[in-house]
């Protein structure tokens, strides 16, 4: 930290990323990312005529791609706002809706990011622990009057809230934005999209990294009122207007015109998913029940910390978080079933079966 950095950010907290090594070859199971490559019209987009295009500035708009958008999610373009991944519109979120002195609820288990740009913009963060069983009490935050961030599904639990909690939520909060992170919905939640047409303070952010194969194309996009949207595209033409490169455009709106693809994919991981449980559970593993592409285990007979490391050392990356509640678990993404069967193999040797 040089002497020049202003006193408010010298004490914040930033985000830790999950391990990227580029020292060797691992199965990674660490980041949520998809095992499965962009499908071939994404691919095909990412040609060398966009490349030689580079020479131009993008669309600040945004606008083949939010059409795409809107198409696919049975809402206006107007509706749709689209950004250098959905952590930058979070980031948006945060400013826009709560600022300094701004109160905001949220998970106290749930993505890290979220208390990262409460301390940023000065928020007041209300972190609200979750039940016994790791899942979230709407109750917690029914009326409560002040901004809400909810990832649903949550992470790392991969514990689902149902639509009816969220807009009992949204409902209740009408002064404030509720803002519904939807990163793994498309492995089995249930989306808020639909009643944004019926709530003006309800802001869904969803995600192409995931289950759309393009964590490194940075590609994240909100759905909510109009007027929400303009919001954030005030604070985008503050900032940058063009957050989105030629060729993250180009690949996003393909890989619309090929979601079947990306939603086989996920089904697949489903499929991948329940077979890891029901393995980890014969092996003693308490699994809670994920609608997310990855798996929160733990067991009696080793500490998270242990298996971790021991993964580790055979060439398999998971994520442990030190949080005293959850540091007997990991966060095990859920990859090919011939990974997820490596990963099990691995289990079952480091726990002397
Ligand atoms: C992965 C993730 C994000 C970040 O998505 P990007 O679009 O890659 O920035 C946001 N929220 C949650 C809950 C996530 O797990």
Same mark, same amino acid.
């Given at each position: 930290?040089?002497?020049?950095?202003?006193?408010?950010?010298?004490?914040?907290?930033?985000?830790?990323?999950?391990?990227?090594?580029?020292?060797?070859?691992?199965?990674?199971?660490?980041?949520?990312?998809?095992?499965?490559?962009? #499908?071939?019209?994404?691919?095909?987009?990412?040609?060398?005529?966009?490349?030689?295009?580079?020479?131009?500035?993008?669309?600040?708009?945004?606008?083949?791609?939010?059409?795409?958008?809107?198409?696919?999610?049975?809402?206006?373009?107007?509706?749709?706002?689209?950004?250098?991944?959905?952590?930058?519109?979070?980031?948006?979120?945060?400013?826009?809706?709560?600022?300094?002195?701004?109160?905001?609820?949220?998970?106290?288990?749930?993505?890290?990011?979220?208390?990262?740009?409460?301390?940023?913009?000065?928020?007041?963060?209300?972190?609200?622990?979750?039940?016994?069983?790791?899942?979230?009490?709407?109750?917690?935050?029914?009326?409560?009057?002040?901004?809400?961030?909810?990832?649903?599904?949550?992470?790392?639990?991969?514990?689902?809230?149902?639509?009816?909690?969220?807009?009992?939520?949204?409902?209740?909060?009408?002064?404030?934005?509720?803002?519904?992170?939807?990163?793994?919905?498309?492995? #089995?939640?249930?989306?808020?999209?639909?009643?944004?047409?019926?709530?003006?303070?309800?802001?869904?952010?969803?995600?192409?990294?995931?289950?759309?194969?393009?964590?490194?194309?940075?590609?994240?996009?909100?759905?909510?009122?109009?007027?929400?949207?303009?919001?954030?595209?005030?604070?985008?033409?503050?900032?940058?207007?063009?957050?989105?490169?030629?060729?993250?455009?180009?690949?996003?709106?393909?890989?619309?015109?090929?979601?079947?693809?990306?939603?086989?994919?996920?089904?697949?991981?489903?499929?991948?998913?329940?077979?890891?449980?029901?393995?980890?559970?014969?092996?003693?593993?308490?699994?809670?029940?994920?609608?997310?592409?990855?798996?929160?285990?733990?067991?009696?007979?080793?500490?998270?910390?242990?298996?971790?490391?021991?993964?580790?050392?055979?060439?398999?990356?998971?994520?442990?978080?030190?949080?005293?509640?959850?540091?007997?678990?990991?966060?095990?993404?859920?990859?090919?079933?011939?990974?997820?069967?490596?990963?099990?193999?691995?289990?079952?040797?480091?726990?002397?079966?």
């Amino acid at each position: 930290m040089s002497r020049f950095l202003q006193k408010g950010l010298q004490s914040l907290e930033v985000y830790t990323p999950g391990e990227q090594p580029q020292d060797k070859q691992y199965i990674k199971l660490n980041t949520n990312e998809s095992p499965y490559p962009p #499908g071939p019209k994404t691919l095909a987009a990412i040609n060398r005529q966009e490349g030689e295009n580079l020479r131009l500035y993008s669309d600040p708009e945004c606008t083949a791609l939010r059409d795409a958008l809107a198409q696919r999610y049975g809402v206006e373009r107007g509706n749709v706002y689209a950004a250098n991944g959905s952590d930058d519109i979070l980031n948006f979120a945060f400013w826009a809706f709560c600022g300094s002195g701004g109160k905001v609820r949220f998970p106290e288990i749930s993505y890290g990011f979220y208390s990262v740009f409460a301390d940023l913009h000065g928020c007041v963060a209300e972190p609200i622990p979750l039940k016994e069983d790791f899942s979230i009490d709407p109750g917690d935050y029914a009326g409560v009057n002040t901004f809400v961030v909810i990832a649903n599904p949550n992470a790392p639990t991969g514990l689902a809230l149902s639509l009816d909690a969220v807009e009992e939520i949204v409902k209740s909060n009408p002064n404030h934005v509720v803002l519904i992170d939807e990163a793994y919905v498309d492995f #089995g939640g249930e989306s808020a999209v639909p009643l944004t047409k019926k709530y003006e303070n309800l802001l869904v952010v969803q995600t192409f990294s995931k289950s759309r194969s393009m964590a490194g194309g940075r590609l994240g996009f909100a759905i909510g009122n109009r007027g929400l949207i303009e919001d954030l595209e005030r604070l985008k033409y503050s900032t940058n207007p063009y957050c989105l490169n030629r060729l993250t455009l180009a690949a996003g709106t393909a890989a619309l015109l090929e979601d079947g693809y990306y939603m086989d994919n996920c089904k697949k991981i489903i499929a991948a998913r329940a077979w890891t449980k029901a393995a980890l559970e014969a092996l003693d593993f308490t699994v809670l029940p994920s609608k997310t592409n990855f798996l929160f285990a733990a067991s009696k007979k080793i500490s998270g910390e242990e298996l971790y490391r021991k993964l580790k050392e055979r060439g398999i990356l998971v994520r442990h978080f030190g949080k005293e509640r959850i540091k007997n678990y990991n966060r095990i993404t859920i990859g090919t079933q011939a990974q997820m069967e490596a990963l099990v193999q691995a289990v079952r040797e480091i726990m002397g079966g």
